[in-house]
């Protein structure tokens, strides 16, 4: 092409957008964008899996099998920053990519390129993490992560160079997580259809909004600690070192305040799909609009002040830990009331159980009982008793499996023929809820009595007297874990080809004769239909 074309602006005209590899990388195009980050989190799902898969097969029996008790520690560092980081944000905020826009009219983001930039470095951030696990194997590479996610000091000062990989790897997905969160606000504030109030927006977009906010008023602070962690490490300060007038436990308030709202980052996105698919095979409209968005954003002002309940031995006065504990415990209220307007949705509804209604609904029961075993730590007397035991771990992947994970799930079996043009196999992936949801059961359950009988968690080793549960917990796990497998077969099955879906893909499954007498406006992503192609 000449200069003069160039310079005329048909550039355009004769070579179309990119295609092959310059499509993914240069792409402004927010279905493009979500389908990376999805995939994204598919390979890192695979990743913390692989590492759960191998402190399960330690824990089978006691006694040392498999690995060293630095690369067990490791491993659990590794797991837990993974999963968080590397699979269930990024999913979220891949199935944010595609149907912010969509559910609000919008042609795309608001900030089109910042959006790549948001995804692209993600690569380079997990890069940075996985390196944090792999450097110690390599000469003078240093000990092992052995911290735990927590990254708790004074032990995180002792630690080599592997965590400084990780210190740099949390700034790179906080960078990502705030961009990304810019853009999904601006998105909402100014590009919505006309005429559409907030008010008007469906939940999962809500959802998103808040989620944004709370990411943009605590990851800085996380960002914060580990910097000073760094400059403890590298630079002679002592924020957290004793020896130099500094205080460790001063790291655990400013891990917390942005760890105790992180849980609700990871849970509030799934929560919005709930309210996506639960009207939708109910046939009824979502009950509690008003409550739903007044719910959220009185969990994002209380989940902000409650921090300290992972810090009550630290030796807080009993004002302290009254106080975290009644905030605590008050903010099951609004939790309870989002579930009980999922309830009331289904309340003599037409029901039918298609994969995603059935995670929905597996996801109301298993949740709520993570939140009450959450409410049995809240209380102070008796968390002295359970913490750090692995009656912990059982509660927070109870919270954390169903309130984001299977969320996840669900939102990907509901919008996968959208995205694909075609329909998953119902078959197959009832098989895939099924034996994915009793095996994660058969898994956790037990290790809810092997902490309430002592034993703790984040060990390589234990007594004789935890085998039992511990095996059965261990078998359950292989299952679980060779379940997702199942999953990664039907998605690429469904991508690849399939029945065709149809425009509106619900109303033609079974039962579905029922039609909403009339779809409340803007209620329904499906609503925006001048955008479909
Ligand atoms: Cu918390």
Redesign the pocket.
């Known amino acids: 092409m000449s200069t003069a074309t160039l310079a005329h602006g048909h550039e355009h005209d004769h070579h179309g957008p990119p295609k092959g590899l310059k499509r993914w990388l240069y792409s402004t195009n927010h279905k493009d964008i979500g389908t990376m980050y999805l995939i994204f989190a598919l390979i890192m799902l695979f990743a913390g899996g692989a590492s759960a898969m191998l402190i399960r097969m330690e824990l089978f029996i006691p006694g040392l099998q498999l690995l060293e008790p630095d690369l067990y520690n490791n491993l659990v560092t590794n797991h837990a920053l993974i999963m968080i980081f590397g699979a269930v944000m990024p999913a979220a905020a891949g199935l944010a990519n595609w149907m912010i826009p969509l559910m609000i009219g919008a042609p795309d983001m608001a900030l089109p390129r910042m959006n790549n930039l948001s995804f692209w470095i993600l690569p380079a951030a997990a890069t940075m993490l996985i390196l944090s696990f792999v450097v110690p194997f390599f000469p003078g590479g240093g000990s092992q992560i052995n911290t735990g996610w927590t990254l708790y000091p004074p032990l995180s000062l002792q630690v080599g160079m592997s965590m400084d990989f990780l210190i740099f790897a949390i700034h790179l997905l906080g960078i990502s997580s705030i961009l990304a969160s810019i853009n999904i606000i601006v998105t909402i504030f100014n590009m919505r259809t006309p005429g559409m109030r907030l008010m008007d927006m469906p939940i999962f977009v809500w959802t998103w909004l808040v989620t944004a906010f709370l990411l943009i008023l605590v990851v800085p602070v996380l960002a914060g600690g580990v910097t000073m962690l760094l400059f403890d490490r590298h630079f002679g300060t002592s924020f957290f070192n004793a020896a130099g007038g500094g205080d460790p436990v001063l790291f655990q308030h400013l891990f ?1 305040f942005f ?2 709202p992180e ?1 609700y980052i990871l849970i509030l996105p799934s929560f919005g799909v709930l309210a996506a698919i639960i009207p939708t095979f109910s046939r009824k409209p979502l009950f509690g609009y008003s409550s739903l968005v007044g719910s959220m954003i009185a969990i994002m002002c209380i989940g902000m002040v ?2 300290a ?2 810090q009550y031995t630290i030796g807080l006065s009993l004002g302290a830990v009254s106080y975290f504990m009644i905030g605590t415990i008050i903010i099951s209220i609004p939790v309870g009331l989002m579930v009980f307007n999922y309830i009331a949705t289904m309340w003599r509804g037409s029901m039918s159980f298609e994969v995603p209604m059935l995670f929905a609904v597996g996801i109301l029961f298993m949740f709520t009982f993570g939140g009450l075993t959450g409410v049995m730590l809240a209380v102070v007397p008796a968390d002295m008793q359970y913490q750090d035991s692995m009656f912990v771990v059982a509660h927070f992947h109870y919270v954390l499996m169903p309130g984001a994970v299977f969320g996840l799930f669900a939102g990907v079996f509901y919008w996968l023929p959208k995205w694909t043009g075609h329909m998953y196999d119902e078959k197959l992936a009832k098989i895939f809820f099924w034996v994915n949801v009793i095996s994660f059961n058969i898994t956790f359950f037990p290790q809810h009595f092997l902490g309430l009988a002592g034993m703790p968690r984040r060990i390589v080793d234990y007594n004789v007297m935890f085998t039992e549960f511990n095996f059965v917990s261990s078998v359950a796990a292989m299952v679980f874990g060779l379940s997702h497998l199942l999953l990664l077969y039907i998605v690429i099955k469904t991508i690849r080809g399939g029945k065709q879906a149809s425009a509106r893909v619900w109303e033609g499954a079974k039962g579905l004769e029922w039609e909403l007498p009339s779809p409340p406006p803007f209620h329904s992503w499906t609503t925006a239909p001048q955008l479909a192609k």
């Open positions: 917390w760890g105790h849980v409650v921090w309940h992972h």
